[in-house]
């Protein structure tokens, strides 16, 4: 064959398969690669330890925020964190999420993921959920359409809709949509949800990507006594699947949900233990509870 001939048989094969690959991206039957889950790193929990902070310190402007922190979650725990205001608390979920990077101190998910190592966007990757105490949800989006667009894997609005879910996709949003209550909501706007079925879907959203790690900020302020009730349940149905870190300062909201209560003042642990014990340490009374 001469080489002319080569050539053009190279640029048919080339042309052929460039093709096959816009007839496949048309498929409206495919489930393309942008839309399936991303598998997150292994996280190693043989040791029964999900995250683990030790001997973390962080000063801003010579205010030490966080004061040689030692925490440690385990796998499928649901632990309250409470304290004053100042206590650290929001310092502490920052670094975890990599948005704050300590002076000192380790700071692991798992036993072989550093997450001092890592920036946010791989973090959240690597299995850790955030939700902040205000509700951010795409309001004029239905409910459905925020929880497929939060879906693992979707990097883009365009990707999410441009491909067409599997039924297995199909049926994780149902299964997080019973989760959370909202089935009947499915087709509204999350606009005209109430302020604590925003909560929900956000935690919702936030289950669509799959976490092993929930950080929940304050999920009950301004909510109903029946959507406190109902938060709670949804928090104690998710520990085992994932563990789950709630910071709260309403003490009834926290006997109800918590097993293990984490105390923080100035941006240390001061106790630690069951609500009871908690609730009857002197120097909890003294700093946080009153006496």
């Given at each position: 064959?001469?080489?002319?001939?080569?050539?053009?048989?190279?640029?048919d094969?080339?042309?052929?398969?460039?093709?096959?690959?816009?007839?496949?991206?048309?498929?409206?039957?495919?489930?393309?690669?942008?839309?399936?889950?991303?598998?997150?790193?292994?996280?190693?929990?043989r040791?029964?330890?999900?995250?683990?902070?030790e001997?973390?310190?962080?000063?801003?402007?010579?205010?030490?925020?966080?004061?040689?922190?030692?925490?440690?979650?385990?796998?499928?725990?649901?632990?309250?964190?409470?304290?004053?205001?100042?206590?650290?608390?929001?310092?502490?979920?920052?670094?975890?999420?990599?948005?704050?990077?300590?002076?000192?101190g380790?700071?692991?998910?798992?036993?072989?993921?550093?997450?001092?190592?890592m920036?946010?966007?791989?973090?959240?990757?690597?299995?850790?959920?955030?939700?902040f105490?205000?509700?951010?949800?795409?309001?004029?989006?239905?409910?459905?359409?925020?929880?497929?667009?939060?879906?693992?894997?979707?990097?883009?609005?365009?990707?999410?809709?441009?491909a067409?879910?599997?039924?297995?996709?199909?049926?994780?949003?149902?299964?997080?949509?019973?989760?959370?209550?909202?089935?009947?909501?499915?087709?509204?706007?999350?606009?005209?949800?109430?302020?604590?079925?925003?909560?929900?879907?956000?935690?919702?959203?936030?289950?669509?990507?799959?976490?092993?790690?929930?950080?929940?900020?304050?999920?009950?302020?301004?909510?109903?006594?029946?959507?406190?009730?109902?938060?709670?349940?949804?928090?104690?149905?998710?520990?085992?699947?994932?563990?789950?870190?709630?910071?709260?300062?309403?003490?009834?909201?926290?006997?109800?949900?918590?097993?293990?209560?984490?105390?923080?003042?100035?941006?240390?642990?001061?106790?630690?233990?069951?609500?009871?014990?908690?609730?009857?340490?002197?120097?909890?009374?003294?700093?946080?509870?009153?006496?």
């Amino acid at each position: 064959m001469s080489r002319s001939a080569a050539v053009t048989s190279m640029m048919d094969v080339k042309g052929v398969k460039a093709l096959e690959g816009v007839q496949s991206f048309l498929r409206r039957d495919e489930v393309f690669d942008f839309i399936k889950p991303v598998e997150n790193p292994l996280v190693d929990t043989r040791k029964n330890i999900l995250l683990y902070l030790e001997g973390v310190s962080v000063s801003f402007d010579g205010f030490k925020a966080i004061n040689d922190l030692n925490l440690y979650i385990e796998p499928g725990e649901l632990r309250c964190i409470i304290g004053p205001n100042g206590a650290g608390k929001t310092t502490m979920m920052d670094i975890i999420t990599g948005k704050t990077r300590p002076d000192e101190g380790e700071v692991w998910l798992g036993s072989n993921l550093n997450l001092l190592k890592m920036d946010e966007a791989d973090i959240a990757n690597a299995g850790i959920g955030r939700k902040f105490q205000k509700p951010t949800v795409f309001e004029a989006l239905s409910v459905w359409e925020n929880l497929e667009l939060a879906m693992a894997g979707v990097r883009s609005t365009w990707g999410a809709f441009r491909a067409i879910m599997s039924s297995s996709q199909r049926d994780e949003v149902k299964r997080v949509l019973a989760l959370i209550g909202l089935e009947k909501s499915k087709n509204e706007p999350a606009g005209k949800l109430s302020h604590g079925q925003k909560q929900w879907l956000e935690i919702g959203m936030l289950l669509m990507q799959k976490p092993q790690l929930l950080l929940v900020d304050e999920p009950v302020a301004g909510m109903t006594h029946q959507e406190m009730d109902r938060t709670a349940e949804l928090l104690l149905s998710l520990a085992g699947e994932q563990s789950v870190v709630v910071v709260e300062h309403d003490m009834e909201f926290v006997r109800s949900i918590a097993s293990t209560v984490t105390v923080l003042h100035q941006g240390h642990v001061l106790a630690e233990g069951n609500m009871d014990s908690i609730q009857s340490n002197p120097k909890v009374r003294e700093v946080y509870l009153g006496n």
